[in-house]
């Protein structure tokens, strides 16, 4: 006579998966929430140092540009589907179409805008020191007011200060740039380049080197002339 044994077989039942299933997505929404508040924790930090120290009070204050401030950022078109353009909402990977001059010292802004969506560069949630920034790709994105001229060509009693980082830095990756009239003709007034070995800037078709070690891809840097 045969006799059949059978080994006893141990596993969970669907409650027990289902209790394991929600404690997984418990803890992984709670590790996404908390990097989520640990990144607005930071842009507001950023964003009350910025309007709390002295750059709104320097004398005659032209133009104040701040990607933390996400009211001063219009996003318009894909990918997120924008009808028209919103401001305080951009997500990561937003065009840009509109970045607004936050200076309190002047009623009438000089806002930069961008019109067509193929030139339009993106908003980056986490971009230079993990903050909000600006992304153009070194090509044919940028961001311009051709009315409002804050510099005029043969003034040189101006301080300008960037902060900023290139993917790549090669001998013509132009930072900032503005003519004497309007914005693409008459002669420079500042142009700011970043090359291989340092940030060459531009003024009445004369040029300067800032003294600076050679740039590298990727390093964040404060330039200021």
């Known amino acids: ?48 140092l ?7 009070s320097i004398p005659d204050l032209t133009l104040w540009l701040d990607a933390t401030d996400a009211a001063t950022i219009g996003s318009n078109g894909l990918p997120n589907g924008f009808s028209g353009e919103v401001f305080g909402n951009s997500e990561d990977g937003d065009y840009v179409s509109t970045w607004q001059d936050k200076n309190p010292q002047l ?35 940028y961001l311009a007011n051709t009315t409002s001229v804050p510099i005029t060509s ?17 001998s013509s990756d132009t930072i900032l740039s503005q003519n004497g009239s309007v914005w693409g003709s008459g002669d420079d007034a500042v142009t700011l380049i970043a090359q291989t070995s340092s940030v060459r800037y531009y003024t009445d078709n004369a040029s300067y080197d800032t003294i600076a070690p050679s740039l590298v891809a990727n390093k964040e840097y404060i330039t200021i002339v």
Do not use: C, H
């Open 50 to 56: 910025t309007e709390s120290s002295d750059v709104s």
């Open 154 to 170: 043969g003034d040189d009693t101006f301080t300008i200060a960037v902060v900023w980082s290139g993917d790549t830095v090669t």
């Open 107 to 141: 009623s009438s802004k000089i806002n930069l805008t961008q019109t067509t969506g193929s030139y339009r560069p993106l908003y980056e949630e986490q971009g230079i020191s993990g903050l909000p920034s600006i992304d153009f790709n070194g090509s044919d994105e």
């Open 1 to 48: 006579m045969k006799k059949l044994f059978r080994k006893n077989l141990l596993g969970f039942s669907l409650i027990e998966l289902s209790i394991v299933i929600l404690i997984i997505g418990i803890l992984v929404a709670g590790v996404t929430q908390g990097s989520r508040l640990v990144r607005e924790s930071r842009v507001t930090t950023a964003k009350t």
